[in-house]
């Protein structure tokens, strides 16, 4: 499944967990913003998510909330089964890992009537991605949750009544989560009204992010108060229930129309919270599931076999897996610098080693879908793929150097604010050596301007002079450091020992991106 992304979930992964991804840029839901204190009898669908063995109120026990869907079956989002330290990555917690806290107001109150559940079985849809779509997970307890007023599962909210909620109408969202952004969790269940947000707001909010945040209104929703703001889920909020009235006699009587995803911040006026849609035709055929399989887990490691050698074939072996699941490949190309690009990916388990993958090894990424869910792992990687021989050319004493030289760059490694490139440079005929790599880089962000005296948003400009190093005769590293993020644009200019300068500049122009983050 995703691999891990820095994106502002509403889940407070205890242990400093940050995922899939891959999840999954931008801030999360919490206990909570601008709520008040509420009665669990008027939410008795709402449960905690808590690590097993850990007391509910710890610091490191309740990280994500959920809704009961029926006394087998709790929904929650699929970030929440994710980023465990003790978890490899890419592939869920165990069940073992996880328990349900119901009917119960205070997380300081696990004995009766509250009820405590261990999970046997966690299932998340198998679309979930890194862009955080697809959002939505069921845990299957370990033993039914015996009804009662504080304990009562919530209806999914209906297509009709989901069409006919217009922008601007009241929902309520309820949880554990922090009060502010990054604050600490609440310990008492806490509630607010917040509005729904069309779809055309909110991806237009979330596009003027920097970096923008995919949104997909096909599965995703929003709401808040985009007014004034103050309003929202926050951290260690993700999972639990964004809820519809579903009429005036008992707010009891909901429909659940969101599970608290991410957002930006928490109550900020201009980016609601998104919720995973629950009206979505995938996303409510994945939560109605009568008896949702298990995720996949990998049980050995994937291996690869075959010759890391340019004409070579490699062919990578899933390993073994639980759940019978469907496997697809990624071959992907490592340094120890990093990973530096996908080689292929498909259904086929074999890839013929080409000579761009010279200097590099490489590894194969298994990804294991079935019904309730996607997990991957990975091989170790292959030995490093040499080269082809140098292609020396014959003496001659009377030949002279008149072919300029050109440079290429063979990788690009980017963080938040510093971009590595490495070079290597050519020169035809019989080359006296490379005497320089001159670099610069010109960077385009968004910032802010004064405009008739307002500070606006604005696109702005910054050239720089990288430090440049060899790494060999023809080899060059060039590092970019304290960036602004956006687009970097990277002009270098090789000259040779006999004078002759690049006529063309070689160009390359990548991105830096601000980390995600989660709720």
Known sequence: MPKPTTMDLRCVLALGAALVAAAVCCPSAGAVVGGVPVEVIDHPYQVAIVRAGVPAVDDDGQ?????????????????????????????????????????????????????????????????FNEALQHDAALLTLSSALQLQPTVQPVALVGSASWAATLPGAPLFVTGWGATTAGGQLATVLRGVQVKAVSDTTCNSDYQSDIPPIPYDGSVQTCAGDTVSGGKDACQGDSGGPLVKANGPSSTADDELVGIVSLGEGCGKPDFPGIYTEVAAPSIRAFLTLADPPAAPANRSAPTLTGTAAIGGQLTCSPGEWTGSPSFSYQFVRTTTAGDAGVAASGAQPAYVVGAQDAGSALRCDVTAVNAGGASVASSPPSAVVAGPPPQVPPPNNNARD???????VTRAVCTVTRCTLTVTVTDAGYSAGIRALRATVRSTYRGRCTRHGRRVPCTRHRTATPAVAVLLANRFKVVASRLPVGTQRFTLIAVDRAGHRQALPTTKTVRTKRPRKRR
């Open 402 to 408: 008149s072919h300029a030289p050109v440079a290429r």
């Open 63 to 127: 990280y994500c909330g959920g809704s009961i869907r029926d006394e087998w079956h709790v929904i929650t989002a699929a970030h929440c089964v994710f980023d465990n330290p003790a978890s490899p990555s890419g592939q869920p917690m165990t069940a073992d890992q996880i328990d349900v806290l119901a009917g119960t107001k205070s997380l300081s109150d696990e004995g009766p009537p509250a009820q405590r559940m261990h999970v046997a079985r966690i299932s998340y849809d198998s679309s």
